[in-house]
């Protein structure tokens, strides 16, 4: 399973402020409870070749993240790691002055979050369980440096914990993304700029950012 079509997803949950660090940098309080807000379907894109984002309405930042795959309905009672199937890093996107302006008027933050190919994937990996998958780091190199670590053991809110939340308020099913969360070392996109997502050192994603008017 290396891509996705449309009809393989369903519903994209996104996790904010899930790791300390990066509340921190961006002045944010940890919250007490999970921030979860979407993605629409259309925001999905392989990161890989040239990918085409907005380049004037304000900076574009990058977030990098492990990405859950969703394979059957959500059941409390089961445990988590037989539920889900595959695993990648991925980019959150994100236009950071526009959701600056819509969090100071209180407004939701669709536009700066959803807009199209701002929810960025790797290639799957077959996901081998919380344990293995903590074994190793996560990280986004831009041009050949690296601009972001983090290991899933620093979230805030754990898998089954984010999971077992999203079930109990809006449902999770077969087909639907959970991105967990970015660590700290966000910043802004230049055009032509070079991102290469990796697992414990493994490339999985190798993408060129286009901003266009």
């Given amino acids: 399973m290396t891509a996705l079509s449309?009809?393989?997803?369903?519903?994209?949950?996104c996790v904010g402020r899930n790791y300390r660090l990066h509340a921190a940098e961006l002045g944010n309080a940890v919250p007490e409870s999970p921030m979860i807000?979407?993605?629409?379907?259309?925001?999905?894109v392989p990161?890989?070749?040239?990918?085409?984002?907005?380049?004037?309405?304000?900076?574009?930042?990058?977030?990098?993240?492990?990405?859950?795959y969703v394979a059957e309905p959500f059941r409390p009672e089961?445990?988590?790691?037989?539920?889900?199937?595959?695993?990648?890093?991925?980019?959150?996107?994100?236009?950071?002055?526009?959701?600056?302006?819509?969090?100071?008027?209180?407004y939701p933050w669709l536009e700066a979050k959803g807009f199209r190919?701002?929810?960025?994937?790797?290639?799957?990996?077959?996901?081998p369980?919380?344990?293995?998958?903590?074994?190793?780091d996560f990280s986004l190199l831009i041009n050949g440096?690296?601009?972001?670590?983090?290991?899933v053991k620093d979230m805030v809110f754990g898998f089954a914990e984010l999971a077992a939340f999203i079930h109990s308020r809006y449902g999770l099913g077969a087909g639907d993304l959970i991105y967990t969360g970015?660590?700290?070392?966000?910043?802004?996109?230049?055009?032509?700029?070079?991102l290469v997502l990796q697992y414990g050192g493994q490339e999985v994603g190798r993408g060129t950012a286009v901003l266009r008017p």
Avoid: C
Avoid at 6 to 13: A, G, L, V
Avoid at 145 to 151: D, I, K, S
């Fill in 6 to 13: 449309p009809q393989d997803i369903r519903n994209i949950y």
């Fill in 37 to 44: 807000f979407t993605k629409p379907t259309h925001a999905l």
């Fill in 47 to 68: 990161w890989q070749g040239e990918v085409g984002l907005p380049g004037s309405i304000g900076a574009v930042h990058y977030e990098a993240e492990i990405v859950l």
């Fill in 78 to 106: 089961r445990p988590l790691d037989e539920q889900i199937s595959h695993f990648t890093v991925g980019l959150d996107l994100t236009l950071r002055d526009v959701q600056d302006r819509l969090k100071a008027k209180g």
């Fill in 117 to 127: 190919n701002s929810a960025a994937v790797g290639n799957w990996l077959p996901y």
């Fill in 129 to 136: 369980g919380l344990a293995e998958l903590a074994a190793k």
């Fill in 145 to 151: 440096r690296e601009a972001q670590r983090g290991n």
């Fill in 182 to 194: 970015t660590p700290a070392g966000v910043g802004a996109l230049r055009s032509s700029d070079e």
